[in-house]
C-alpha cells in the first residue's frame, strides 16, 4: 500500500519514514523524490529517484540490488543517488555500507556532495575509517564534514593515527569550510585520533 502511494504521487519530493512496524522492505520509484528520512527500516531501493538531493539513513539499512548484490554497497548508494548533496548516515547503515569492500575513493566522484555528516564513528574501527576517508576523498565539493565520534581505546589510539596518515594521500579538499567533530559518550583525554583527523583535514582544506 505505502508503495503504491509513493508510486502514484508523481509530484512527490519529500518522504519521511519513522518508526514503520511491518514494513521490512520498499521500493521507492519516483522520479521527483528529492528529500528521504528513514528510520526503521531493514532494505530500500530507491534506484528509480535518480532526483534525490538529500538522504538521511537512521537505522539497520540495506540497500537492495539483486543485479549487483556483490557491488560495494557503497557504491551502490551513489550509483543510486548521483545528485546527492546532503547526506546522514547512522547506526549500523555505516557498517553495511562499508560491507562489500571500501575503495580508497569512488570511480565516480560525489560531485554535488556539499554535506557529508556521520554518527557515531569509532576511530579504533577501522573498516568505518575507511569508509569516511573514502567518502571525504570523492567530495571534492564538500563544503562541511560533521562526525560523531564515540569511545576510542586507549589502546588502539595510536594505532588509529597511523592507519590515518598512512590512507591519506595528497587529496585537496579545495570548498571545505566548517569541520566539526562530536564526542559521544564516556570520552576521556585528549581524542588523539580525532584530532589527528582535524589536523589533516585542515591542513587540505585552505577554506576551513
Given at each position: 500500500m505505502v508503495e503504491t502511494i509513493i508510486?502514484?504521487?508523481p509530484?512527490?519530493?519529500r518522504?519521511k519514514?519513522?518508526?514503520c512496524d511491518?514494513?521490512?522492505?520498499?521500493?521507492?520509484?519516483?522520479h521527483n523524490?528529492k528529500?528521504?528520512?528513514v528510520?526503521?527500516?531493514?532494505?530500500i531501493?530507491f534506484?528509480q529517484s535518480?532526483n534525490l538531493?538529500?538522504?538521511?539513513?537512521?537505522?539497520d539499512?540495506m540497500?537492495?540490488?539483486?543485479?549487483n548484490s556483490?557491488m560495494s554497497n557503497l557504491?551502490q548508494?551513489?550509483d543510486?543517488?548521483?545528485?546527492?548533496e546532503?547526506?546522514f548516515l547512522?547506526?549500523?547503515s555505516?557498517k553495511?555500507?562499508?560491507?562489500?569492500?571500501?575503495?580508497d575513493?569512488?570511480?565516480t566522484p560525489a560531485?554535488?556532495l556539499?554535506i557529508?555528516?556521520?554518527?557515531?564513528?569509532?576511530?579504533?574501527?577501522?573498516?568505518?575509517?575507511s569508509?569516511?576517508?573514502?567518502l571525504?576523498?570523492s567530495?571534492?565539493?564538500?563544503?562541511?564534514?560533521?562526525?560523531g565520534?564515540?569511545?576510542?581505546?586507549?589502546?588502539?589510539?595510536?594505532?588509529?593515527?597511523i592507519f590515518?596518515?598512512?590512507?591519506w594521500?595528497?587529496?585537496?579538499?579545495e570548498?571545505l569550510?566548517?569541520?566539526?567533530?562530536n564526542?559521544?559518550g564516556n570520552?576521556t583525554?585528549r581524542?588523539?585520533?580525532?584530532l589527528?583527523l582535524i589536523?589533516?583535514?585542515?591542513a587540505?582544506?585552505?577554506s576551513?
Amino acid at each position: 500500500m505505502v508503495e503504491t502511494i509513493i508510486s502514484t504521487s508523481p509530484l512527490l519530493e519529500r518522504l519521511k519514514l519513522d518508526d514503520c512496524d511491518g514494513i521490512d522492505h520498499l521500493n521507492i520509484h519516483t522520479h521527483n523524490l528529492k528529500y528521504l528520512y528513514v528510520n526503521v527500516l531493514e532494505s530500500i531501493c530507491f534506484k528509480q529517484s535518480p532526483n534525490l538531493t538529500e538522504i538521511t539513513i537512521r537505522s539497520d539499512l540495506m540497500l537492495e540490488d539483486s543485479e549487483n548484490s556483490k557491488m560495494s554497497n557503497l557504491i551502490q548508494l551513489f550509483d543510486a543517488a548521483p545528485k546527492i548533496e546532503k547526506l546522514f548516515l547512522e547506526v549500523n547503515s555505516l557498517k553495511f555500507l562499508a560491507a562489500g569492500g571500501v575503495p580508497d575513493r569512488l570511480s565516480t566522484p560525489a560531485n554535488q556532495l556539499k554535506i557529508l555528516m556521520l554518527s557515531p564513528i569509532n576511530f579504533s574501527d577501522f573498516d568505518l575509517l575507511s569508509l569516511t576517508l573514502c567518502l571525504i576523498r570523492s567530495s571534492p565539493n564538500l563544503q562541511k564534514l560533521e562526525i560523531g565520534a564515540s569511545a576510542c581505546k586507549k589502546a588502539v589510539a595510536d594505532l588509529a593515527i597511523i592507519f590515518l596518515d598512512s590512507h591519506w594521500a595528497e587529496y585537496s579538499l579545495e570548498q571545505l569550510r566548517i569541520v566539526k567533530i562530536n564526542l559521544i559518550g564516556n570520552i576521556t583525554g585528549r581524542s588523539r585520533p580525532e584530532l589527528e583527523l582535524i589536523k589533516i583535514l585542515l591542513a587540505r582544506s585552505p577554506s576551513a
